[in-house]
């Protein structure tokens, strides 16, 4: 397959500029233009040459994706659904607060996880991202709204299911964008296999877990049994990562109404945290068109201080983006392509 171009590493470049008859010094412009300003399309390489420019574009898929809709909500969230070269479609998501820029960005096409309550899982795995096209979101990201304070890898798919590419993703954006770890979330649905290899990389990344239960039983009734693992398997796995990386982790609990949001699941789930020195973060439920339902606000409110209580640390997501396409794999869902599957 073509490489992609928003993969190449700086030894690539000279490798490359060397085989092709370009000097060296052409592959440390090219580095420049693609590390330190994200430019990933040659022709906007001002320095370079046409033929090498020509080269570069005929040689590598750059870039390979393209803004295909961007939904604003009214407080500047923007979400952009992207086409990739396959005709295939993911969303990454920019969110700007007064204080810093988040890009939300997505590791696959579709999920084949499939918790109920989630758009993205909705019909399956089409297929698994390149390094390249997760790091052509963080590019694309980058040229519309500056460089990000924060990266998350939360938008579609479940990325430790995704890890070789993902592993080549996060080296890449610490060692050649230069971007700190400690300022780079993965985000997980408890997949204890990869998040065992995730620890053996022992960088300081962040993770965050999505338990939304404190027990199995209620946690079967979101996840299905294909790709679902125990709590105790998944917080232990946790913690070797929290050591590995030396980061706490974070709980990531989307409270659905019925199902997750009484005061015993608080306790328990206060309990854990406190007991495993994790951070809580809450998600009211955006609600997807399905069975599922966020609970009223004084059961959020109830729920949080029930977790207060118990000594451990609890946020809650603010409200951001609007309210039909907040949640992850909703934009893309909603245009129902007719590629996922
Ligand atoms: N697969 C990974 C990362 C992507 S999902 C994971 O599950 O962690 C990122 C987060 O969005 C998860 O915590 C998930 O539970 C949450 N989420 C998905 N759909 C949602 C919805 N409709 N409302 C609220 N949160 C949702
Ligand atoms: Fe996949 Fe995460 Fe959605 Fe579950 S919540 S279906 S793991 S993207």
């Not at 406190?274 to 009223?296: D, M, Q, S, V």
Request: hydrophobic share 40%; net charge neutral.
């Amino acid at each position: 397959m073509t490489p992609f171009l928003a993969a190449a590493d700086l030894q690539e470049l000279k490798t490359y500029c060397l085989d092709h008859n370009f000097p060296a010094f052409r592959a440390s412009q090219i580095d420049s233009w693609l590390h330190t300003h994200c430019v990933i399309d040659p022709q906007n390489m001002k320095n370079l040459p046409n033929d090498l420019k020509n080269a570069l574009q005929q040689d590598f898929l750059a870039p390979a994706s393209r803004i295909t809709e961007i939904s604003t909500s009214p407080d500047q969230v923007e979400k952009l659904l992207l086409e990739l070269h396959d005709g295939e479609c993911i969303e990454m998501v920019i969110i700007p607060t007064e204080k810093r820029l988040t890009f939300c960005l997505s590791t696959q096409v579709g999920c084949p996880v499939g918790c109920r309550f989630c758009a993205s899982g909705r019909n399956g795995l089409t297929r698994n991202l390149t390094a390249g096209e997760m790091l052509e979101e963080f590019c694309i990201g980058t040229l519309r709204a500056g460089r990000p304070d924060n990266l998350v890898f939360m938008g579609i798919g479940e990325g430790l299911l995704n890890f070789e590419q993902l592993a080549i993703t996060l080296n890449r954006l610490v060692d050649e964008f230069t971007f700190s770890p400690r300022r780079i979330t993965v985000s997980t649905s408890g997949y204890v296999p990869g998040m065992k290899k995730f620890a053996a990389m022992k960088r300081e990344f962040n993770l965050a877990v999505s338990l939304h239960a404190p027990d199995d039983n209620t946690r079967a009734k979101l996840i299905p049994a294909k790709l679902r693992y125990p709590v105790a398997e998944i917080l232990a796995a946790a913690d070797e990562i929290a050591i590995a990386n030396n980061r706490q982790y974070t709980l990531e609990y989307t409270l659905i109404h019925g199902i997750n949001d009484s005061i015993d699941h608080a306790v328990k789930l206060g309990k854990l945290a406190f007991a495993h020195h994790a951070k809580i973060n809450l998600i009211p439920y955006n609600e997807t068109g399905g069975e599922f339902h966020r609970p009223p606000l004084t059961v959020i409110e109830n729920f949080e201080n029930a977790i207060l209580d118990t000594g451990a640390r609890v946020t809650r997501r603010t409200e951001r983006g609007s309210s039909k396409t907040a949640a992850c794999g909703q934009l893309r869902a909603s245009k129902n392509t007719g590629n996922n599957r």
